[in-house]
Each structure stands twice: as structure tokens, then as C-alpha cells.
């Protein structure tokens, strides 16, 4: 928070504490929410290259910056951007016009609102609130509506139809993701995602993938079926429905739906790296001890030593392997039937996330080492 | 400041719930109603009351006003005729409505509930943890109206499912864990024939 003391100091020194307060947490958000946003155009633009890369295609390699060739395909999602904005939209006859517009930005709205409690670092974060965790289990489950709200303001079967098999996919998965998020509460013993994160300190084996493997599988999965990406996305179902709920959409509203879902896997990635995967912890702590304290100098190093302990860095990576894992499903996975997704959810998920979460809890009240030792 | 705030919810939170009971269209109803549950968790989190805020949103925003939306949309209401009989049933709802009105005044009027009668209470401090304090309650001081609270909605659960089964089932369905694990050998069958000399 050092640059924003510096700015409150050399360019809002004329405000007074209130206004700057508010003025701060908007320029948090603003710095939260522009790399957040290009992190999602990047990623639409990552998932048509390497799903080509796996499907032996060449991928987006046209648009590039100021006819530089090597950039080829890097100008794709800008491209795609300014064509989105400058698109018709197109508001269906007898469609309410007022929900219709709404929806996208509460779908979209409710993906960055969870951000305001995720901890980047150490000390970075917009907010460090105690209720963390519920926070963002009420925000998540928020989202549900921009969906419903779509379907039903298109005035469109097509979209209605949509709508109920996503609403009834996020309500379903939604339970065992809730469940899955418990069973970390219970390890952490706290509700507080920093505190949750630093519950996990002391190398990989610390991070509560290991005790709450299962839980993280389930976590994971879900987090898959909530954002109807594949193998779970019949709301897509092109052979049967178009695309959805979001069929009547155009031009920005479609586009903003498109970055709501972005956003979205790019949340759950990071929540699952928060919660799971030790967040900004690096993986390499514990390893001086390890191999004798011969690398220890290593870490102590001017910038190998940065990059080597913990940092927001080693959360980026966290997250850019579970996006990975999320385009290598497209990639690789059938569509699910839909009877069958919703037995994976109720029948599968749900029972397994209640048995691990006894596990859990005697796992934590027997202080098993070397997770819930307590200090 | 937090004057402004508190009046700005509570003017969302009247005038939401009022639009609750007088717009026509169910669906509108229901997301007004939503509108009213965000405000008054708005209200909540000014009180410092962050679990019972946010575990307002989760639970009434997030899961039971989805299936309202859900079962609302479905329907096909005619407001016209919901609408007929209004003059005629009005002098009956409006008695209720003003012996209601009267009852409750009564009971949580500024008499009972009035700001003299409660000190305003204490500001906790930063690291006050809403959620263990509240755990801690739940679990010691009301642990045995908690778990009646409990038992009684694990009853009202099996209660429901009992009550939308009708019988054995009727229908042939699949069944997708007979699906999931069958083997090559249990649906193909490859067939050696020995190839016929053309004639």
C-alpha cells in the first residue's frame, strides 16, 4: 500500500480523510479490476490457441500489433473487443427491457464483486475481511440470477429453457462447492482468507490439497459445472439450443456474458489456489531443510531469491495451471448427458463432500501433524 | 455518513417491499423481493451484524428466492382475474388489515421497543469476530434449541420428500451407474465367418 500512500501524499494531498478513503478503495478496485479484465481477454485468446495447439490447428494468428509478425494472434481478443462494442444491440420484441439489460451486469458484477476479499499477497488485497469466505460463497451464489434473469427477460423459449438447465446446474453444484468450502473452514479454522492461506504455510505438503484431496477434486469439479464450461455446458448444446440462455443477446450484452464467464473460471481458479493450493505461498519453501540448508543462500538471493519465495507470482501460476486444466477439458472431454450431471451432483458430490467433512473434523480434533498441529 | 447510508437502504428496503405487494407482474414481485432481502442486508452490515448479513444474502438471496424465480416463472398467471373480485372482498381484507396493523403496533410499538427503552449498544472492537462469537452462543448457551431447530428441518426435509412420492415408480428409466460401467464385451459381439468362395 506504499504507492497508494504516495499518491495520497503528492497528488490527493487536497482531499480530506473521507474522500480519500473512498478515492482509495476506487483506485484498489480500478487497480484490481484493469488487469483482471485484460487477464480475461488474454484468456479467451490463451483457450482458441491452445485448444488449437491440442487439436493440431494453428489457432488465432492473423491480428497483430502494428504489422509485427511474431505478434501474430496477440491483437485477436482487442480485435474481438472492439468489434463486440461496436455491434447493434438487439432487444427482442415483447422482451422486458430493463431486466434484459440488467442481467449481463449482474452476471458480470457478481464474478469481480468476489475479488474485493481475495487475498493477492501477504499484505495485498482490497479488503481483509473475517467473513471472507461467506462473503464470497454469497456472492457466488448471487450469480445465479444474472442467468435466470437473461432467460427469462428474452421473452425466447430458447433462452428460457437454457436458463432452467444452467440455474439447475449452478443450484446443484452449487451445494457441494459450499460443502467443499466448509471442510477448508473447518482445517483453517477461520473464515478469513489470509488467515486461511497462512494456515497452509510450510511448503507444498502443508497446502490443504493433501488432507482435503478429495475436497479439492469435488471443489474443482464443480467450480467446472458452475461455470458451464465443458464437459458440463448443455446449456450450450448447439445441436438442441443454441447457445443457451444468452441466445438474444448481441453485440456488448452478449459480450459481457462472455466476460462474466471468463471472469468467472478465472475466480474459482483463484479460489481454489487460495484455498487448496496455499495461494501466494511458494512451493518451494521447506526445501533449505530438505536438502541440508544448501539452498538456503539461494533464497536469499537479490532476485532469485524474490522469485523463489513467496509472492503474487506463485499465485498467478497457480491460477494459470488450474485455467490450463479448464481449456485441457474442453479439449479433451465429451459433453456430459444431463441426467448424468445431475447425478455426479446430488448423488456423487454431495454424499462424498459430507463424509470427507467428518473426516475432517476428526482429522483436526485428533491435531493430526503436519496440518493441524496447534502451534 | 453512515446517516446517509443507513437512510439510503432503508428507503431501498421500503420501497422494494411495497413494490412487493403492488406491482403486477409475479416475476417482478419476486426480484423485488430480492431487492428488499439486499437492502435489509445492507441495514445488517451497518449494524456490524456481518454473519446475519451475509448469511442473509446466501441463504434467502442466493438459494431460496432462486427456487421462488424458478417456480414463479413457470407459472401462467392471469393477473385479470386475480384482479375481479377486488371491490368485493376489499371491506373483509380491509378490517384485517387495520386490526393487523393495530395488533402490531401494540405489540412492537415505541412502548416496548421505543429508543429510550434500549441504550444503544456498544461499538466492538475491529477484531471482534462476529462468527466465532455467534458459534460460540449457538454452541453452548443455545446448543439444545439449536439441534430442535435442526432435527426439526431434517424432519420437514424427509417430510417434503415423502410427501412428492406417489407410489412405486411407473416409469422406466435409465440407470446411469449400469450405463457408466458397461463393458465392450457386454455390447459387441465380433463375429469370425470364414469368407465364401464367389460362385
Do not use: C
Not at chain 2, 59 to 72: C, D, I, K, S, T
Request: aromatic fraction near 14%.
Amino acid at each position: 500500500m506504499s504507492i497508494l500512500g504516495w499518491l495520497q501524499q503528492h497528488v490527493f494531498f487536497w482531499m480530506s480523510p473521507p474522500w480519500w478513503t473512498m478515492t482509495s478503495i476506487l483506485l484498489q478496485i480500478i487497480a484490481l479490476v484493469i488487469p483482471l479484465m485484460l487477464a480475461v481477454a488474454y484468456l479467451t485468446f490463451a483457450e482458441r490457441k491452445i485448444i488449437g495447439w491440442m487439436q493440431v490447428r494453428m489457432g488465432p494468428n492473423r491480428v497483430t500489433f502494428f504489422g509485427i509478425p511474431w505478434l501474430g494472434g496477440w491483437g485477436q481478443p482487442i480485435a474481438d473487443a472492439f468489434k463486440l462494442i461496436f455491434k447493434e444491440i438487439i432487444i427482442p420484441a415483447g422482451a422486458n427491457r430493463f431486466l434484459f439489460l440488467l442481467a449481463p451486469v449482474l452476471a458480470l458484477g457478481s464474478a469481480l464483486a468476489a475479488w474485493a476479499v481475495i487475498p493477492l499477497d501477504a499484505t495485498m488485497g482490497v479488503t481483509d475481511v473475517n467473513a471472507g469466505l461467506l462473503y464470497i460463497l454469497a456472492m457466488t451464489s448471487v450469480g445465479v440470477y444474472g442467468v435466470i434473469i437473461a432467460g427469462w427477460a428474452s421473452n425466447s423459449k430458447y433462452a428460457f429453457l437454457g436458463a432452467l438447465r444452467s440455474a439447475a446446474q449452478i443450484v446443484a453444484y452449487e451445494i457441494a462447492m459450499g460443502f467443499a468450502l466448509v471442510s477448508v473452514l473447518i482445517a483453517a479454522g477461520s473464515l478469513n482468507l489470509r488467515d486461511i492461506v497462512l494456515r497452509q504455510d510450510g511448503g507444498m505438503a502443508h497446502w490443504f490439497w493433501l488432507p482435503l484431496l478429495p475436497m479439492f477434486v469435488v471443489y474443482f469439479i464443480s467450480g467446472v459445472a458452475e461455470t458451464n464450461r465443458a464437459p458440463f455446458d448443455v446449456a450450450e448444446g448447439e445441436s438442441e439450443i443454441v447457445a443457451g440462455f444468452h441466445v438474444e443477446y448481441s453485440g456488448m450484452g452478449f459480450a459481457v456474458f462472455f466476460l462474466a464467464e471468463y471472469a468467472n473460471m478465472i475466480l474459482i481458479a483463484t479460489l481454489a489456489s487460495v484455498m487448496f493450493l496455499g495461494g501466494w505461498l511458494s512451493p518451494l519453501q521447506g526445501l533449505a531443510e530438505l536438502w541440508g540448508g544448501s539452498t538456503e543462500s539461494l533464497f536469499a538471493t537479490a532476485y532469485v531469491g524474490t522469485f523463489l519465495g513467496h509472492g503474487l507470482h506463485w499465485l498467478v501460476f497457480k491460477v494459470m495451471f488450474l485455467l490450463l486444466l479448464f481449456l485441457w477439458f474442453r479439449a479433451t472431454f465429451p459433453r456430459y448427458r444431463y441426467d448424468q450431471i445431475m447425478r455426479l451432483g446430488w448423488k456423487v458430490f454431495i454424499p462424498m463432500t459430507i463424509v470427507w467433512l467428518i473426516v475432517v473434523a476428526v482429522l483436526v480434533m485428533a491435531e493430526v501433524p503436519p496440518w493441524f498441529q496447534r502451534a | 455518513m453512515e446517516q446517509f447510508i443507513f437512510w439510503a437502504f432503508a428507503a431501498m428496503l421500503v420501497f422494494s417491499a411495497s413494490m412487493v405487494i403492488t406491482v403486477r407482474n409475479p416475476v417482478h414481485a419476486v426480484l423485488f423481493l430480492v431487492v428488499a432481502f439486499v437492502a435489509s442486508s445492507g441495514l445488517w452490515l451497518l449494524l456490524e451484524a456481518e454473519f446475519l448479513a451475509i448469511a442473509l444474502v446466501l441463504v434467502y438471496v442466493g438459494a431460496v428466492m432462486v427456487l421462488f424465480l424458478f417456480v414463479v416463472m413457470m407459472l401462467d398467471i392471469n393477473v385479470a382475474k386475480l384482479r375481479e373480485g377486488f371491490i368485493r372482498y376489499l371491506p373483509v381484507g380491509a378490517t384485517f388489515a387495520v386490526a393487523t396493523i393495530v395488533a402490531m403496533g401494540l405489540v412492537v410499538g415505541s412502548r416496548n421497543f421505543g429508543l429510550e427503552r434500549y441504550a444503544a449498544p456498544a461499538r466492538e472492537a475491529a477484531d471482534y469476530n462476529n462468527t466465532a462469537e455467534l458459534g460460540t452462543l449457538l454452541y453452548t448457551r443455545f446448543l439444545y434449541p439449536f439441534e430442535i431447530a435442526g432435527l426439526v428441518l431434517l424432519v420437514a426435509i424427509i417430510a417434503a420428500i415423502a410427501l412428492s412420492i406417489r407410489g412405486a415408480r411407473q416409469i422406466k428409466t435409465p440407470k446411469p451407474e449400469r450405463q457408466v460401467e458397461v463393458r465392450r464385451e457386454e455390447r459387441v459381439r465380433i463375429v469370425k465367418m470364414p469368407a465364401e468362395k464367389r460362385t
